[in-house]
């Protein structure tokens, strides 16, 4: 009986011996080895750092806040965050607004809010806010750029997780063009709503009430998207130093192994 279950033992360590040369095997014709399966997937945990900055930059409206000045005798002022999609605009206590301070703000402190989408991504309309009108024209181009960065970011992690599962290390190269890709478009979309900005401060509406003086600052949201741009550009960087030829690394730094005794 015990010859038996060491004969079972035996036939099994040797199955798994052939499996793991056969899976060694399909990666070293493929190119991608072990080292430089980790070097992969080192770089694309730099480029998921990148595209979770990306994602939170675009899904959030705190790109930009806008600050009217503080008015004596009044016990409110107002102040407004906006990003690519939609503008919230804020009544806050004065009181909870430091005393340093001689405007409105931070919109993060508590008050009553009111929170709107865009309307020029439906019907067309300019936006009006503080008496100044929004224009939809630059509004529109910095989100269409940075949803397309999104996409292109999305292909970019296609291609590596391809390389990574199916072994197509040709498509290291494509989904480094991506992420560098996608890095500029987000750089390019910050640039194009930085001139909205400017756009929306000179658009003052014509109504008989006069517009309150305006004071703006740029927010965590454009933080986490220029962050997002250089690092999408980093990983872009390190996937194309991959897909180099090693010899000339090997020339500049020779091993240990291969000195002259």
């Given at each position: 009986?015990?010859?038996?279950?060491?004969?079972?033992?035996?036939?099994?360590?040797?199955?798994?011996?052939?499996?793991?040369?056969?899976?060694?095997?399909?990666?070293?014709?493929?190119?991608?080895?072990?080292?430089?399966?980790?070097?992969?997937?080192?770089?694309?945990?730099?480029?998921?750092?990148?595209?979770?900055?990306?994602?939170?930059?675009?899904?959030?409206?705190?790109?930009?806040?806008?600050?009217?000045?503080?008015?004596?005798?009044?016990?409110?002022?107002?102040a407004a965050h906006?990003?690519?999609?939609?503008?919230?605009?804020?009544?806050?206590?004065?009181?909870?607004?430091?005393?340093?301070?001689?405007?409105?703000?931070?919109?993060?402190?508590?008050?009553?809010?009111?929170?709107?989408?865009?309307?020029?991504?439906?019907?067309?309309?300019?936006?009006?806010?503080?008496?100044?009108?929004?224009?939809?024209?630059?509004?529109?181009?910095?989100?269409?750029?940075?949803?397309?960065?999104?996409?292109?970011?999305?292909?970019?992690?296609?291609?590596?997780?391809?390389?990574?599962?199916?072994?197509?290390?040709?498509?290291?190269?494509?989904?480094?063009?991506?992420?560098?890709?996608?890095?500029?478009?987000?750089?390019?979309?910050?640039?194009?709503?930085?001139?909205?900005?400017?756009?929306?401060?000179?658009?003052?509406?014509?109504?008989?009430?006069?517009?309150?003086?305006?004071?703006?600052?740029?927010?965590?949201?454009?933080?986490?998207?220029?962050?997002?741009?250089?690092i999408l550009l980093?990983?872009?960087?390190?996937?194309?130093?991959?897909?180099?030829?090693s010899w000339p690394?090997?020339?500049?730094?020779?091993?240990?192994?291969?000195?002259?005794?």
């Open positions: 009986m015990m010859m038996w279950s060491n004969f079972f033992l035996q036939e099994e360590n040797r199955r798994r011996e052939a499996a793991g040369r056969r899976r060694a095997h399909g990666r070293y014709r493929s190119g991608l080895t072990p080292e430089r399966e980790g070097k992969v997937k080192l770089a694309l945990l730099l480029a998921a750092v990148g595209a979770t900055l990306a994602v939170l930059s675009v899904g959030t409206e705190f790109w930009v806040e806008l600050n009217t000045y503080k008015a004596n005798g009044s016990a409110v002022c107002e906006l990003g690519l999609w939609k503008v919230c605009t804020k009544r806050l206590w004065q009181a909870d607004v430091p005393a340093d301070r001689d405007t409105c703000g931070p919109a993060e402190l508590p008050g009553e809010a009111n929170c709107t989408y865009f309307k020029f991504f439906t019907t067309g309309e300019n936006a009006r806010i503080f008496q100044r009108t929004t224009k939809k024209e630059v509004n529109l181009a910095a989100a269409v750029i940075a949803v397309l960065g999104l996409v292109v970011m999305a292909l970019g992690c296609l291609c590596i997780i391809m390389v990574l599962t199916k072994g197509a290390e040709f498509l290291l190269r494509v989904g480094a063009v991506c992420f560098g890709l996608s890095g500029l478009l987000l750089l390019v979309s910050l640039e194009v709503f930085r001139h909205s900005v400017r756009a929306l401060l000179q658009g003052v509406s014509p109504e008989p009430l006069p517009a309150p003086r305006l004071t703006y600052e740029y927010s965590w949201s454009l933080g986490c998207g220029l962050g997002a741009g250089l980093l990983g872009a960087g390190c996937f194309l130093l991959l897909t180099l030829p690394w090997g020339s500049l730094c020779p091993k240990r192994g291969h000195r002259a005794t």
